[in-house]
């Protein structure tokens, strides 16, 4: 959910203040996030679901020969959703580094990139987070970039991606996703993690439960933890579910482990979304709203069951402004 109850505001205008201060000492390659890639076992009927929501400008680069050290080929199709860049993968399952993120998670989003100008920009971030103790896990030249992935995901919970020459007409796009929603057990280690490389603290809050939510269809009493890492666009959402009630950041726990549990992106009229999906083949998993409904400042948001896109959801969102 993009915004929150009344009784927060305070102390998200003060989190929001802390981190704008820490993020503005990182390079400034993190400004925005320019895309994610997903890894699947099979691209085709992936690339179709992506298709029907929406994906333009759908490019299949084929099969990349075997690179460094050996490395298996690899199979990109990338695609845009306004500014935001889709790169989709299918990997060989004996690729040491995608066919190992498919075993432990499935279908899912593997690394949330972030655009480098050029190579020496590349070169300066591995000599700063090497100095860091952080390495690079691979580089490979794919889905029309040069993308450098760095060994963050098993504290960071997500591999953190740099791609040089993306399609500079992506830049140049509508902003159709606002955030992307990270499902996590414990915050403390993983804002404690990203502090060390230099990004701000997650800051942390509660969501308190509202009658108006539901789960599919039924009743939902949820009370969760939520915090944020802004980017001009779009932001990251970490949720720290409990086990009970069911719902959906649960149930994504359960089936692909911590990670990118949704895309957020806003709609005009929730009900006509939810139902274009719904002719699709989604269902909504979860829904709800914040605020006083209806009034400026308040809204309304569906997680739909879109398992086809790559083992994730999206969240349709509906803000009063």
């Not at 066919?99 to 432990?104: A, E, H, M, V, Y």
């Not at 690394?111 to 580089?139: C, Q, T, Y």
Request: aromatic share 10%; proline share 7%.
């Amino acid at each position: 959910m993009p915004c929150r109850p009344a009784q927060w505001r305070v102390r998200l205008v003060l989190l929001a203040a802390s981190a704008a201060l820490a993020h503005a000492q990182l390079p400034a390659i993190y400004g925005e996030i320019a895309g994610a890639v997903w890894v699947v076992r099979e691209l085709p009927p992936v690339v179709e679901a992506w298709r029907g929501i929406g994906l333009i400008d759908v490019h299949d680069y084929g099969h990349s020969g075997p690179g460094a050290a050996g490395q298996p080929a690899t199979h990109c199709v990338t695609g845009r959703l306004g500014r935001f860049t889709v790169n989709l993968v299918q990997a060989d399952p004996a690729d040491s580094v995608f066919g190992d993120f498919l075993k432990r998670h499935g279908n899912g989003v593997f690394a949330i990139l972030h655009a480098a100008p050029d190579r020496a920009a590349v070169e300066s971030e591995i000599a700063r987070l090497g100095a860091l103790g952080v390495g690079v896990l691979r580089k490979l030249n794919a889905c029309g970039s040069q993308l450098t992935f760095f060994d963050t995901e098993p504290q960071g919970k997500y591999v953190l991606g740099l791609v040089l020459n993306p399609q500079a007409e992506a830049a140049m796009g509508p902003v159709l996703v606002t955030h992307l929603g990270l499902v996590i057990r414990q915050a403390a280690p993983v804002s404690a993690y990203w502090q060390r490389l230099g990004f701000p603290a997650m800051g942390l809050a509660d969501a308190g439960p509202r009658e108006d939510s539901r789960y599919h269809g039924r009743p939902l009493w949820l009370s969760f933890g939520v915090g944020w890492h802004r980017y001009s666009q779009p932001t990251l959402e970490w949720i720290v579910p409990p086990r009970d009630p069911p719902n959906c950041y649960a149930d994504f726990l359960k089936a692909h482990g911590e990670g990118v549990q949704h895309l957020g992106m806003p709609v005009d009229d929730l009900e006509t979304a939810i139902a274009r999906y719904a002719k699709l083949g989604y269902a909504p998993a979860q829904s709800g709203a914040w605020g006083n409904v209806g009034k400026p400042g308040s809204g309304r948001y569906a997680y739909m069951d879109t398992e086809a896109l790559g083992g994730f959801n999206v969240e349709l969102i509906h803000a009063v402004r």
